[in-house]
Nanobody, 123 residues
């Protein structure tokens, strides 16, 4: 299953970007965003359990908002007040399982991944 991620780019600190993730031909119960900065591990950013709730990492809480457009079957990540430390490749992930909350944060529970989209925040 393909997850098509888009929306990355170069933005100044304090600016905003919106990422999108469109699965092809399938609806997932849980969708998430992870990110990986150069030389660092891939880390959790946000996840949404369709029809239920959303979770965020502490580092983005209050600045990022994840949502799902059910009509278009597309997940979005609205990023505001961006900081240079948000610079990373952002990956969309998904699974058909409705994960329990404690599993949302671990990349091991997601079996479908997008190709990644680069976000660069300049100071």
């Amino acid at each position: 299953v393909q997850l098509q991620a888009s929306g990355g780019g170069l933005v100044q600190a304090g600016g905003s970007l919106r990422l999108s993730c469109a699965p092809s031909g399938r609806t997932f119960a849980t969708m998430a965003w992870f990110r990986q900065a150069p030389g660092k591990e891939r880390e959790f950013v946000a996840a949404i359990r369709r029809g239920r709730d959303t979770r965020y990492s502490d580092s983005v809480k209050g600045r990022f908002t994840m949502s799902i457009d059910n009509a278009k079957n597309t997940a979005h990540l609205q990023m505001s007040s961006l900081k240079p430390e948000d610079t990373a490749v952002y990956y969309c992930a998904a699974t058909s399982d409705r994960l329990i909350v404690s599993s949302l944060y671990s990349k091991e529970y997601y079996d479908s991944w997008g190709q990644g989209t680069l976000v660069t925040v300049s100071s």
